[in-house]
């Protein structure tokens, strides 16, 4: 499907929707930044404990967005669920965080990542993939990114 709609696109217009949607998805389940820091603007309670304004909470972005009580099909690759209204906005997936502390280049990082993936799949099919994942089935929590290999062959 990626690659299909790769071929059809034009580059230029970075109307990618599903490559888009393969990027942001793979962002959940491997977040480049491990970690989100925010500080409370009012006292805040949390489990019975009080907390005063100005307290820094760190937020582990691989179990938030992982967490199978709150994220179904938590570890399963399923880049459909960017494209239901509202998806961009919903606090359990924030491969770019939301509000004031959210990525300001979020949208040129979507733009390039998605086109690059494009230009290589009009030219090209992955072969070969190591380590081989089943993206039907939960992928591992986490992958050494020297271990990646990916085999291309012309089309």
């Given amino acids: 499907m990626a690659a299909a709609e790769a071929r059809a696109a034009d580059a230029a217009s970075g109307e990618l929707p599903r490559l888009r949607a393969c990027v942001q998805e793979s962002l959940r389940l491997y977040p480049v930044v491990p ?3 925010r ?5 805040t309670e ?6 005063p304004a100005g307290t820094a909470v760190l937020l582990p972005v691989l179990f938030h967005q992982r967490d199978p009580d709150h994220m179904p ?3 399963v690759f399923v880049p459909g669920r960017w494209s239901s209204q509202g998806a961009g906005q919903d606090i359990r997936m924030s491969p770019f965080s ?4 959210r990525c300001p280049g979020d949208q040129l990082g ?3 990542v998605a086109a690059f993936c494009a230009e290589v799949l009009r030219g090209h099919r992955v072969r ?7 993206p039907m089935g ?3 929590v986490t992958l050494d990114p020297r271990g990646i290999r990916l085999g291309l062959a012309r089309r």
Wanted: aromatic fraction near 2%; glycine fraction near 12%; hydrophobic fraction near 40%.
């Fill in 39 to 43: 500080v409370t603007r009012d006292e």
């Fill in 46 to 51: 949390w489990r019975g404990v009080r907390h």
């Fill in 138 to 140: 939960p992928l591992p």
């Fill in 110 to 112: 979507l733009l390039v």
């Fill in 98 to 101: 939301h509000g004031a502390g």
């Fill in 128 to 134: 070969d993939g190591r380590p081989a994942l089943d």
């Fill in 35 to 37: 970690d989100l820091i």
């Fill in 73 to 75: 099909a938590a570890h």
